[in-house]
C-alpha cells in the first residue's frame, strides 16, 4: 500500500505498516459496528525505535467506550508490534472527526 492511499498517515518502517493497520482493523467502534479504520479515528501512526505512537479520535468527546476502543487498540497493537517497543495511544481532538474521515466502505455501509 503506497502512502497515498493509506487510511491514515504513517512515518516509520515500510515493513511494519500493513500489520498495524490490520491490526487496527480488528478494533471496532461499537456504536457503529465498523472497524475505527474505515471509521476514520486514526489520525496517524509513528514508529520510532522508542515508541509506537498513534493518534486517535472518536466521534464524540462524550464517547462513552473511548477507554475500551484505546484499551482494544493497545491489545491489538501489541501482537504485531516488535517486542519491547513500548506503545502508546494519544487521544487527541483537533482537527473534530466529521464523517468526511469515514472509508467509502463505511459510507457504503451507514448508507451515504
Not at 468527546?61 to 501489541?78: F, G, Q, R
Request: charged residues 20%.
Amino acid at each position: 500500500m503506497n502512502a497515498s492511499a493509506a487510511p491514515f498517515p504513517y512515518d516509520g518502517p515500510e515493513a511494519l505498516r500493513e500489520p498495524l493497520t490490520q491490526a487496527m482493523r480488528q478494533v471496532m467502534d461499537p456504536e457503529v459496528a465498523l472497524s475505527i479504520v474505515d471509521v476514520g479515528l486514526v489520525y496517524g501512526v509513528a514508529v520510532t525505535p522508542e515508541r509506537l505512537h498513534v493518534r486517535l479520535t472518536m466521534t464524540s468527546m462524550a464517547c462513552p467506550v473511548a477507554d475500551v476502543i484505546v484499551d482494544d487498540v493497545l491489545a491489538e497493537l501489541d501482537r504485531v508490534a516488535p517486542e519491547g517497543l513500548p506503545l502508546q495511544v494519544e487521544l487527541v481532538w483537533e482537527p473534530p472527526w466529521t464523517p468526511e474521515r469515514m472509508s467509502p466502505y463505511a459510507k457504503t455501509f451507514m448508507g451515504w
